[in-house]
């Protein structure tokens, strides 16, 4: 299957190729070549994952397609092929980053329009996707790793294209370093792997074949380590502070962060290893609960936010929460399930929101939005149905997704998590309805003079209104007379769940109760008047600063580093190690002093030399001659 | 083809001779220097050409020098002083074009004899021979620094010619003790380091004639407590010389002790490796943290080479083949990257006026070409995917692992340290607003793409397929490894 190559391939040449073209001469305005190398190398890239994915579809569960481009390295038993597998899982995970990631490029053509680094924001983007694409694709761990890295890379270029704001650059930064953090534990997790494993081949399939030889004893630790890399990548506590920050680029570039690509790499990592994790349910167990905090934490803070990008940022790190619940309890099929709704409804959530800044001319604060139901009609319809998809309202996409993993989390007994996981349920319809009814449903202050919007920013809008409108029926529950195609899709190894129909439809029951009764809270609360609200409450204020974590982080971890450098370079450095090199040239000299005096010319001085030498000779020789 | 390892060694040398007796200009100079590096890039690559990786030392070539005293003219190559030899010679020419618009013609006459020095050390198998040359090439970098440096020049070359000395005294100490063991036990004087790696000592004396090479080749790596001569001088240094001294001349210290330390002392470094993981460790992590608020770009780089330094250091030690092919292999890549890294700061101070990182910012929005080159060999030097840096840090977290699960884990903070000094540097280097020392930043002219362009497109090779340079480096190291277990075992 040369074709698999190809997927990765074209998107990493086009991004090239728009580079060269753009560094000829950056000053001279090519938007239309720019967009059309652009845009079409995704969506290539996306007809070959179709016909991939259909071939899947008709082939048997089992079937996995291979093509190896050439041997990465081979040193020792280190032997690491540049090779692609595709599965059924990475068929899921193709069909949305590919047909998602399209549609944004198609996006950003519009949005980007008259900025003077168009061609150098489509080679990023293109890099961005190729990169994804290498991590889905690649049929070993460390193919897996550079797709991994090259992401955080090309996250990094992106958050900080506009790099002339040191604000942008330190947020693009904060994202990389925040990255490799977790890179550094998927490293440290991926060697230990690879030194027990040693010499048993090291891709996916002969890791899995080959686990039994590895002591049980260590599993866990592998599968630390690895979780931490997911940590970094996927906005988990504690290393989440680089999602709400990644705003700081252009908003297609949040589109793609938080929906197709980058935060969803984490998620599909544990689906990936699932074997690993199926034998240490500690370590699942630990994941559900970071999740659970994430989702919960996300979504307390999206619930005061007031800029638009913001509360769409933590929405999305709560989510993650979400799935993160779902793939530590062993039901990866609904993780993966919630990755692929949540990629539709929250792609076409801030392809909404830059629908929205561009026309009111870069307004972000919601509370200076309102009104725009008539004006915007063709972003209000999208956005209403993504609005219910999140808040997991039926038949919408989110509702049969986030039902199936509170389901799960309820049945593994965990109550606490299926606690902090339904609370999390109100708050998003809350936070969500929050959003949406200040945009477009409150009377606004003053009035606004709408920029027009490009064709081809609603067009993606309408095709990803009807996806978020009707993934979720690709996973109807049993209890609810489908069956569950996505799951017998994907066919991973879930841990199964033991629960009476009458239990699931109790528990759907009260979800919807949950979301609907925050939907109407916020309407109460925000429907009809809109008064920003003013901050001066202490609790507030805390949670507006996201309980001032990034601050904490500054405080405890960052100046501390900072002053250990300078104490390092000016103190051990300069004065301790230096000093005790410069002391042994002071005793040199001061000896040379001191003996430099005892030759000063002067005969009397010499005298007595000669004097003490041959009193000492004599001496001396009475002393030889006496024992003699 | 018996004489080309003298070729390649004595053309400059022979080259600056005849400029200086004819009193060329400097434009003649320059293009003869120019026309006397490209044949020797030309001859080393012939060599390489020739050159069987599975063949031990090859093109040897052995003449009686002081027969007395059995020192000898003995040249041979083999993997590990190819790929030393591949480098300078490629460096060179790229710093002839770095140096074109250069008057001073002490710049050229030095950058010849430094060359003769740094391939002469590379290719001797004589260690009374080794040692000429390696004294030969200290010399012209502490006339560059003294003589053409900056800011405190002439007290910080001689800090840097006295720590150096201080080890070569050492070094020469231990070679004269090993020569004459040999005359006791054999009854004939010999220099050679086949004949020297048969003299066996008692385990007490070995470590004292061990360190005495082996202090001498810390200072010049230099392992942590043995720097200071390292910021000072690399701060001072014209570029071509710190280009030198990072890219090449630091190697020359990991090359000895590969060279030497693993012939004469297997089983005595086996005493010292706890001692050295320990100090290219904390070397690693100190150096690392030092560089994140140092103020001068060069300075900052010091540091920056330091830590990589210690890394390939600690490659050699934990002595697997992982270990070991990551070690030789970020010699090659992270000589290429510091090259590009230091030359492009150099452009930036012939641009600017200054290195001081926090004058400068904005040169993204006036060069984006040289924003392009400058991140690329920064990234290579943090270790991203895709460039050759990358692949070598690998492979010695790998080799790390295998030795000891921690001490693995504190060398893969290696990855998380680069990229804190290389980010926030790039930051205020590249981004932000434009300010009075870049407003008028040019973008790179085309002679400077030509210079800097074979150095990237080699780390992105390196990088992306591995597999091309890999076999030509394994069965050296596999070989090597092998006789030196059985050797270790032997015993």
Known sequence: MILLSFIVLIPFFSALLLGIIYLYD??????????????????????????????????????VFHYTLFEWIHIGEFQIELAFMADRLTAVMLFFITIIGTLIHLYASGYMKGDSGYGKFFSYFNLFMGSMLLLVLADNPIIMFIGWELVGLSSYLLISFYHQE?????????????????????????????????????????????????DPSILPYIAFFLFVGAMGKSAQIPLFVWLPDAMAGPTPVSALIHAATMVTAGVYMVARFSFLYNETPHIGEFIAIIGASTALLGAIIASFQKDI?????????????????????????????????????????????????????????????????????????????????????????????????????????????????????????????????????????????????????????????????????????????????????????????????????????????????????????????????????IWRLVLTHKFYIDELYIFFILKPLLLLSKFLAYFIDGKIIDNSINLIIYIYRKAGIIFATLQNGKVRYYAFYILIGVSFISTSMLIILGDF | MEQILSAIIFIPFFTALLASLLRLSYSNLRTLSIVSSIIVFGLVLFLAIQYDPHGGMQFIRTVDWIKNYGISYHLGVDTLSLVLLLLVSLLMPLLYLYMWHEHRKGYWYNMLLLQSGITGAVLSLDLILFYLFWEMMLLPIFIMIGRYGNSNRQYNATKLLLMTMLGSMSMLFSILYLGYTHFEISGIWSYSIESLSLVIFSPFIAIWVASGFLLAFIIKIPLVGFHTWMAPAYGSSPTPAVVILSAIMAKLGV??????????????????????????????????????????????????????????????????????????????????????????????????????????????????????????????????????????ELLIIIGAFKYNILIGIATASTMLLAMLYTFWMLQRTLFGAVGVATQNFTDLSKKEIIMLLPLAILLLVTGIAPSLFIPFIEPWISITLESINQNIGGL
């Open chain 1, 26 to 63: 950056p000053s001279k305005p090519r938007e239309k070549l720019y967009a059309t190398i652009g845009v079409t190398a995704p969506a290539i890239s996306a007809t070959i994952a179709l016909v991939i994915e259909a071939k899947l579809l008709v082939m048997d569960s089992s079937t």
């Open chain 2, 255 to 392: 090359y000895g002790i590969w060279r030497f330390g693993f012939t004469f002392f297997e089983e005595t470094l086996t005493r010292y490796t706890p001692h050295i993981i320990t100090l290219a460790l904390i070397g690693l992590i100190y150096y690392a943290i030092i560089a994140i608020t140092q103020s001068s770009l060069r300075r900052m780089f010091a540091y920056a080479s330091g830590s990589h330094l210690s890394l390939i250091t600690l490659g050699l030690f934990f002595a697997n083949i992982y270990s070991w092919g990551g070690s030789l292999y970020f010699i090659i890549t992270h000589a290429l990257a510091s090259a590009g890294i230091f030359l492009m700061i150099g452009l930036i101070y012939k641009r600017a006026k200054t290195i001081n990182i926090d004058s400068l910012g904005g040169i993204a929005s006036q060069a984006p070409l040289f924003a392009l080159f400058f991140t690329f060999f920064a990234l290579s030097i943090a270790g991203v995917p895709g460039t050759g840096g990358f692949v070598a």
């Open chain 1, 309 to 537: 990008k913001k509360i769409l940022a933590y929405s999305t790190m709560s989510q993650l929460g979400y799935m993160f619940i779902a793939v530590g309890l062993g039901a990866y099929s609904s993780g993966i399930f919630h990755v692929f709704t949540h990629a539709f409804f929250k792609a076409l959530l801030f392809m909404g929101a830059g629908a929205i800044i561009i026309a009111l001319h870069h307004e972000q604060n919601i509370f200076k939005m309102g009104g725009l139901k008539e004006k915007l009609k063709w972003v209000y319809i999208p956005m209403l149905i993504a609005t219910l998809a999140i808040s997991g309202i039926p038949p919408f996409a989110g509702f049969f997704s986030k039902d199936a993993i509170l389901i799960t989390a309820f049945s593994s007994q965990q109550y606490t998590i299926w606690a902090m996981g339904t609370l999390t349920a109100f708050l998003t319809a809350y936070y969500m309805f929050r959003l949406f009814f200040v945009v477009f449903c409150a009377p606004s202050k003053k009035k606004h003079t709408l920029i027009p919007l490009a064709k081809s920013m609603i067009v993606p809008l309408i095709i990803l209104a009807i996806g978020s409108a009707t993934a979720g029926l690709l996973g109807i529950p049993e209890a609810f007379g489908g069956n569950n195609i996505f799951a017998s899709f994907v066919a991973l190894p879930d841990v199964p769940l033991h629960i009476a129909h009458s239990t699931e439809y109790l528990l759907s029951g009260l979800n919807i109760l949950v979301a609907l009764t925050g939907i109407a809270l916020a309407y109460k609360l925000f429907a009809r008047r809109v008064n920003e609200p003013n901050n001066s409450k």
């Open chain 1, 166 to 214: 040191h604000a942008n650059v330190t947020a693009g930064n904060k994202a990389f370093i925040l990255n490799r953090i977790g890179d550094f534990g998927f490293i440290i997790g991926l060697a230990i792997l690879f030194i027990f494993l040693e010499g048993h081949g090291y891709t996916f399939e002969a890791i899995e074949a080959n686990m039994g030889l590895i």
